[in-house]
Every structure is written in C-alpha cells, then in structure tokens.
C-alpha cells in the first residue's frame, strides 16, 4: 500500500510556491489540468458566439495561460505548443474563409 502522506507547505511565501507544492502534490497534473480547464470552461462560455471565434479565444487564453506554467516549470513544452498549433490552425482556417467571402 503507498503512503500518500505530504509534508505541510510550511516555506511558502508566494504564489509560485503554492502552485509548485500543489503542482509536486498532485504529480505534476495540476499544471497540465490548468489550461486544459481553462480551455474547455472558456469554450463553454463562449458558445453563444461562433464557434470559430470561441476557439480562437479560448486557445488564446489556453496558450498564454500554458506559457506561464511552463516559465514556473510546472508544464513540459509540448502543452503551450499544442495550443499553439490550435490556435494558429483556427486563424488559418478562419482566414481562409474571409478571403474566400470577399471574393465572392
């Protein structure tokens, strides 16, 4: 059986501290739930405009939020670039279609 007792976060004195405690806590998932909470409750939000445009802000936020996570070191590289890659395919996607309008 595993002993799933943690030492009290007795030296923290900022932010970044708790988050690196709760980050080492939860086994390194607390920084990858983070922007991928961030990115589904946003998107939620949002609905009520286009989808298109719910995308592209909730991947903004996402992105920006996995790039401050990652400056902490609580995410690997491959999550603020993942959003990244989300966000710049739906401008893409989404300046294709306005292109094609203004042709029409």
């Keep these: 059986?595993?002993?799933?007792?943690?030492?009290?976060?007795?030296?923290?004195t900022n932010i970044t501290g708790f988050f690196t405690?709760?980050?080492?806590?939860s086994g390194g998932?607390?920084?990858?739930?983070?922007p991928f909470a961030l990115f589904i409750i946003t998107f939620i939000a949002l609905k009520q405009y286009e989808t298109?445009?719910?995308l592209v802000v909730s991947s903004f936020l996402a992105a920006l939020t996995s790039y401050l996570l990652?400056?902490?070191?609580?995410?690997?590289?491959?999550?603020?670039i993942m959003f990244t890659?989300?966000?710049a395919a739906v401008l893409f996607?989404?300046?294709?279609?306005?292109?094609?309008?203004?042709?029409?």
């Design 93 to 104: 996607i989404g300046g294709a279609k306005i292109f094609r309008r203004g042709v029409d």
């Design 29 to 34: 998932y607390f920084g990858t739930v983070i």
């Design 52 to 54: 298109q445009d719910a």
């Design 85 to 87: 890659v989300i966000l």
């Design 1 to 12: 059986m595993t002993n799933l007792t943690y030492l009290y976060p007795t030296n923290i």
């Design 70 to 80: 990652l400056v902490l070191g609580l995410v690997n590289k491959s999550i603020p």
């Design 21 to 25: 405690y709760v980050n080492s806590v």
